[in-house]
Structures are given as structure tokens and as C-alpha cells.
């Protein structure tokens, strides 16, 4: 498994933008599928984006296409959600997820979370 740690999260204004870093521990991060994921109070926990390890490819919720873009450096064992037009339904924690294997939508399939970041957004 990964350790990963977020950051990057706050408060911002309806319409403004915010990236969240998620740095990962462990010399195979090239070779997991990474996700995005987000819970707000009183709410089940929803997939928000995710990156597949082996090409790239990236999958977004409808709620937030167009909005946020998944990106990873391999590199520097990190992936990162840019979110743009922020809204106020955007507000919850959230949490980066790895898993071996494809990318899913389904939080129960990843074995590794970070500890979550806040991102509150004003209206």
C-alpha cells in the first residue's frame, strides 16, 4: 500500500479555484490507479475524479467535468485536482484514494486514503 497526504484545501469565494496536492509514500505509485473522492456533511462519500495508472487516461463525476482536471506526476509520486468555477455544492472534505488495478468509481475498492483536506465554498 501508499501513504498519501493532502493538501491545498480552504476557503474560497463561488467561482474561484483551488488545487489539492496528494502527495504519495512508496516507490510503485506509477503503478496505481488514483482517485479523487469528496464527502460532505450528512452525505455518502461520491467519486470525484480519477487517474488510471497505465495510460493515463482520467474519468470525471458530471457533477465536476468541465470544472476540475486529475493530473499526477509520476516523478514526484504525487496527483493533484485542479477545481475552477467553484460552487457552493462543491464544499465537502476531500480525500485521495489509491488502488492496484483500474480505476473505479467505487470508494470500497481502493485500499489507501489520505486523511482528507476541507474546501469550503462561499456563495
Known amino acids: 500500500q501508499v501513504q498519501l497526504v493532502e493538501s491545498g484545501g480552504g476557503s474560497v469565494q463561488a467561482g474561484g479555484s483551488l488545487r489539492l496536492s496528494c502527495a504519495a509514500s512508496?516507490?510503485?505509485?506509477?503503478?496505481?490507479?488514483m482517485g479523487w473522492f469528496r464527502q460532505a456533511p450528512g452525505k455518502e462519500r461520491e467519486f470525484v475524479a480519477g487517474?488510471?495508472?497505465?495510460?493515463?487516461?482520467?474519468y470525471y463525476a458530471d457533477s465536476v467535468k468541465g470544472r476540475f482536471t486529475i493530473s499526477r506526476d509520476n516523478a514526484w509520486n504525487t496527483v493533484y485536482l485542479q477545481m475552477n468555477s467553484l460552487k457552493p455544492e462543491d464544499t465537502a472534505a476531500y480525500y485521495c484514494?489509491?488502488?492496484?488495478?483500474?480505476?473505479?468509481?467505487?470508494?470500497?475498492?481502493?485500499?489507501?486514503w489520505g486523511q482528507g483536506t476541507q474546501v469550503t465554498v462561499s456563495s
Open positions: 487517474s488510471s495508472w497505465s495510460d493515463g487516461s482520467t
Open positions: 484514494a489509491a488502488k492496484l488495478g483500474r480505476v473505479g468509481v467505487d470508494p470500497r475498492d481502493f485500499a489507501s
Open positions: 512508496g516507490r510503485t505509485f506509477s503503478r496505481y490507479a
